[in-house]
């Protein structure tokens, strides 16, 4: 009987592989428990009593907190389309206004791309990924500012030895 339980845990426990839905893989523990339960050398009943007890109580306890948890957790891994998302790109070809898009090449391929604030990108300005709408990245000039215009570059402040401070220029 044992070997019938195991069986019976691997069925389960290849459905839920499938499914993912963790439902089949308590039915599977029940029937692993089960399986103890025959090699220890109890009975039909005692087996059928933990396969039951074990399934259901993990289905009836456990399942909802273990799915709100997994649910609520932060994605770590991101693929797909997602994962361009904060990526930098360079403007290959020009976007030229609101309705005009241009193409930004990011990891070795070109996407069709829209300014997020409507605005224009000259070939070879960096540009931020912040959203994507269908197969259109939707991005963010690096470095200018919201009105269009470049920042004036960065001065450089530093401490001396003294501890005074003194502009880098």
């Known amino acids: 009987m044992t070997v019938a339980w195991i069986a019976v845990a691997l069925v389960f426990s290849i459905i839920e592989v499938a499914t993912v839905s963790l439902f089949a893989g308590f039915v ?8 103890v339960a025959a090699f220890s050398g109890l009975g039909p009943i005692e087996q059928a009593l933990v396969f039951a007890i074990v399934s259901l109580t993990g289905i009836g306890m456990v399942r909802r907190p ?13 693929s797909g389309s997602s994962s361009l998302i904060g990526q930098t790109a360079v403007v290959v070809d020009p976007i030229r206004g609101p309705h005009e898009r241009g193409h930004v090449r990011l990891q070795g391929e070109d996407w069709p791309a829209l300014c997020r604030d409507g605005g224009r990108a000259e070939a070879g300005a960096s540009v931020l990924v912040v959203e994507i709408r269908g197969a259109t990245l939707l991005v963010d000039r690096v470095g200018a500012s919201p009105d269009g215009l470049q920042p004036s570059p960065q001065r450089s402040i530093r401490e001396d030895s003294t501890g005074d401070v003194t502009d880098g220029r």
């Open 28 to 35: 599977a523990l029940g029937a692993f428990g089960a399986a």
């Open 66 to 78: 273990l799915l709100h948890y997994l649910q609520r957790r932060p994605h770590l891994t991101h």
